[in-house]
């Protein structure tokens, strides 16, 4: 179990408003990864970090940013949030043999 | 293009009636075909790693298998408990630059007893 818990597990904000939302691990992992998943899309990929202060983006990184000051926590910031980010954003840390394990999710919805 | 797609979108079983979901794939350089569980409100939980094309691998009712452009997750007489959405993903090597991961939308299985 590589210990990925989120917070918050449902919020729900207003337009215009920036939200974070937190990851942490337990287990030490460099890389962990921000995903998020809609209705008629496989997760795609928001931002990924390997390593404290070393972040890059994926293929759905505008509107977010990402910071990575410990090695266990991992934030993910709508800068201003907007209808269209209203989603389940899912946490992961990858393993060569096992793939992805994520965190249980975040249910945002933005009103 | 790089692509998964996962069929049927949806499947319901009688409990122990057998049945397979297909994930197909175009890619650059497959480096793994992964399949994951995923149940409502949670995160996908892993299930299989496959490498290469013929390989096989199983988990109680579950046994997934691997050809040059599919990847099948069969299921064998089935159980309630069973119904969840499966996902596929493949990790795509283009042979430049980073790994690509790409997930297919998952079918979801609903077993009936």
């Known amino acids: 179990d590589a210990g990925i818990t989120q917070s918050p597990r449902h919020k729900v904000t207003e337009t215009g408003t920036p939200v974070t939302l937190r990851c942490h691990q337990t287990?030490?992992?460099?890389?962990m990864y921000w995903y998020r998943q809609d209705p008629g899309h496989g997760l795609r990929l928001i931002h990924y970090?390997?390593?404290?202060?070393?972040?890059d983006k994926g293929e759905v990184s505008d509107g977010y940013s990402v910071s990575r000051s410990k090695t266990e926590d991992f934030l993910l910031t709508l800068e201003s949030a907007t209808s269209s980010q209203t989603s389940v954003y899912f946490c992961?840390?990858?393993?060569?043999?096992?793939?992805?394990?994520f965190g249980s999710g975040t249910r945002l919805t933005v009103v | 293009e790089d692509q998964v797609t996962q069929s049927p979108e949806a499947l319901r079983l009688q409990e122990g009636e057998s049945s397979s979901l297909n994930c197909s794939y175009t890619v650059s350089g497959l480096r793994g075909l992964f399949w994951y569980r995923q149940d409502p409100g949670k995160g996908p939980e892993f299930l299989f790693t496959?490498?290469?094309a013929g390989e096989e691998k199983e988990k109680e009712r579950l046994k997934a298998t691997l050809t040059k452009k599919e990847s099948f997750l069969h299921i064998t007489a089935p159980k309630p408990e069973d119904s969840a959405t499966y996902l596929c993903a493949v990790q795509d090597f283009p042979g430049s630059g980073t790994y690509k991961y790409i997930f297919g939308t998952g079918t979801r299985l609903k077993v009936l007893a």
């Open positions: 496959l490498y290469s």
């Open positions: 970090s390997y390593g404290v202060k070393d972040t």
């Open positions: 992961a840390i990858f393993q060569e043999t096992y793939g992805y394990t």
């Open positions: 287990e030490n992992h460099r890389y």
